[in-house]
């Protein structure tokens, strides 16, 4: 229960789901930072990268292939849903919120009727084989994989929205959207991009995730889940909030499966009442 | 006022009627516990409505509230309990979980509120799960039996109106009470009541432990219906249909709980039985409703009427109040 070996093992699956839980909370975080939209159909479209990304990984055997053409189907769909319709309710919580559950329901339901109710994962061939040996320890590499994944694109939105004058544009909108609209900022379109990049995360989330766990109907709910409770504890609409939650909770849960398999659930939201009891804004988040 | 008032309760009798004589019309057991299972949502999601419509508090986590509830009645009927205590303990069970509940949520408004409910709501599910030595995990419980007066279907019927029936006039009696007009405030302005020196938390938490104790009752009917309780019944999904039902409905409408949960319940079992993709059909339905009729059916037939009539829509029809309260940062309002 406590040998160094199973416990570096425990370490890497809570690194490795972090990961994972990092790429798809960024997505949802950034995009409530921006349009205070909780975006509930981020699931779906982790869900539907995750099939893509499968079948495209079957057909090519290759995983960036598999990414790319995941994350540009996902991203046209999020493109068409926020001009279609998440526009016509702009401004108004409650109605946003509750669009994207419809959507989130035609997009699992169309998901199940297309590629079928099995589980699915990506073919061994599209990912990276072998593992890491040190002494006892074996790893796959595939894992430390997605670890390195979610390090560079955390390190890519964190020197966009830095560095770079879109990111400036973003931070901007966060404060204050009349004013940046104001100096000639086409915010809308701004609120399009972020919706469309939100979602191609979760897409890469989606594609790189079938790797690790299967990709099947009903999954929607459960890392969205995942997802809200990493970025409650983080603070909505801060990057680093998310980082920190996905890795804190990404921890918990790995040791909470090994040690408690019968509280595993439970051991998850515990943090989160914790951090809604004692600082409701989250760890990272800013009083509103 | 007072003609429109005399239609409404026309039409409320004339459903009543309806409703009690629709065991003589002679349909088949089939049809009434389909009806049993639409008053059962219907009470289910008018507990939802009064949170959403009064409080301004549209909660995802009231499934598992009712599953809690039924939950308590599978473990009391496997230990052997009679149906008082099944009774009882359902009813303290669901005290309890409403009592986290609020407590949880009472600082919280929108969004943030609607997430923590989500969350307890999955803690719930999680505990269902997992915790099989109480729950029975993913098989549930099964063979919960109904008390004996109870067994017949065309029986349990009338039991299940009865319960819809108070419910919802005690609903609405809590909302037009000083208590009611209060949460209406809330839901307007948070800071405003609090600078008029009403403790808003406890009140959240009061219209919780209402709404709750609802949802608890709703559990119960729905356990002894279908003998059976199992964690989807405390899934998100549950929860999200109920939101569903209220906004296809009318959010903050006296029988809009019953209009969704009848367009959701029939969809659901009936439309199912010839399209695969019921899922679909419902979140197709429910952006529709969204986009273009956000008072739903109860608000929105009204409105139409009063234009065919040729006279403008009213000053402040029910359903719209969820449109005014979305803007997207009502605090900073701070002349009217």
Not at chain 1, 70 to 93: D, H, K, P, S, Y
Not at chain 1, 126 to 147: E, K, Q, S
Not at chain 1, 252 to 257: E, G, L, Q, T
Not at chain 2, 80 to 94: K, M
Request: proline share 4%; net charge neutral.
């Amino acid at each position: 229960m406590f040998e160094p070996v199973f416990l570096a093992q425990q370490v890497l699956n809570g690194l490795s789901f972090g990961a994972l839980l990092f790429l798809l909370a960024s997505g949802l975080t950034l995009v409530f930072g921006l349009m205070k939209i909780v975006n509930m159909a981020h699931g779906a479209f982790y869900l539907l990268g995750g099939y893509i990304g499968v079948v495209i990984a079957g057909l090519t055997g290759n995983l960036l292939l598999a990414v790319i053409t995941a994350v540009i189907v996902v991203a046209v769909t999020a493109f068409l849903v926020e001009v279609v319709l998440l526009r016509f309710v702009r401004g108004q919580e409650l109605p946003e919120v509750l669009l994207t559950i419809g959507v989130s329901f035609v997009i699992a339901d169309l998901c199940l009727a297309i590629f079928g109710g099995d589980p699915q994962n990506l073919p061994t061939s599209a990912t990276i084989p072998g593992a890491l040996m040190i002494g006892d320890l074996i790893y796959p590499w595939y894992r430390i994989f997605v670890i390195g994944v979610a390090i560079a694109i955390g390190i890519g939105l964190a020197f966009v929205q830095t560095k770079t004058r879109i990111g400036a544009i973003v931070r901007a909108g966060v404060d204050d959207r009349e004013i940046i609209s104001a100096m000639g900022v086409n915010i809308a379109w701004v609120f399009t991009g972020m919706f469309v990049v939100g979602a191609g995360l979760a897409a890469l989330g989606g594609t790189i995730g079938s790797g690790m766990q299967s990709i099947l109907p009903g999954v929607q709910n459960e890392v969205l889940l995942y997802a809200l409770v990493v970025i409650i504890i983080g603070g909505l609409g801060s990057v680093t909030g998310a980082a920190v939650g996905s890795v804190l909770i990404g921890l918990i849960d790995a040791f909470a499966k090994a040690w408690i398999p019968e509280l595993a659930y439970f051991t998850i939201f515990l943090p989160m009442a914790l951090v809604l009891v004692l600082r409701p804004t989250g760890l990272f988040g800013r009083t509103a | 006022m007072n003609r429109r008032m005399l239609v409404n309760i026309g039409l409320l009798g004339l459903l009543l009627v309806v409703l009690l004589a629709l065991p003589y019309f002679g349909v088949s057991n089939f049809v009434l516990g389909l009806a049993s299972t639409i008053l059962i949502a219907a009470v289910l999601a008018s507990s939802v409505n009064f949170l959403g419509g009064d409080g301004g508090m549209v909660s995802l986590g009231h499934g598992a509230i009712a599953a809690a509830s039924a939950y308590a009645v599978g473990w009391a009927s496997r230990q052997g309990l009679d149906s008082t205590t099944q009774v009882l303990l359902a009813l303290g069970v669901t005290l309890v979980v409403s009592f986290i509940y609020g407590l949880l949520s009472m600082r919280t408004s929108g969004i943030y509120f609607l997430m923590v409910t989500l969350a307890v709501g999955m803690l719930i599910y999680g505990l269902a799960f997992r915790l099989s030595s109480v729950t029975g995990g993913e098989n549930g419980i099964s063979g919960i039996a109904a008390p004996g007066d109870l067994h017949e279907e065309w029986i349990y019927y009338y039991f299940v109106l009865g319960i819809f029936v108070l419910t919802t006039a005690a609903l609405w009696v809590v909302s037009n009470s000083p208590f009611g007009a209060s949460l209406r405030g809330l839901r307007d302005s948070e800071s405003r009541m609090r600078s008029l020196g009403y403790n808003v938390a406890q009140y959240k938490l009061g219209a919780f432990m209402i709404s709750g104790t609802v949802a608890g009752i709703a559990g119960l009917l729905a356990v002894w219906h279908i003998n059976f309780v199992s964690p989807s019944s405390a899934g998100v999904e549950r929860s999200v249909l109920l939101v569903v039902m209220v906004i296809l409905g009318g959010i903050g409408t006296l029988l809009g709980p019953l209009i969704g949960a009848s367009i959701v319940v029939l969809v659901e079992n009936v439309l199912s039985s010839y399209v695969d993709r019921w899922p679909t059909a419902l979140g197709l339905i429910f952006i529709l409703v969204i986009l273009f009729a956000r008072a739903g059916v109860a608000g929105s037939v009204p409105k139409v009427l009063a234009k065919l009539r040729g006279r403008g829509p009213s000053a402040a029809p029910p359903g719209d109040r969820s449109s005014s309260k979305g803007a997207p940062a009502p605090e900073r309002n701070h002349t009217p």
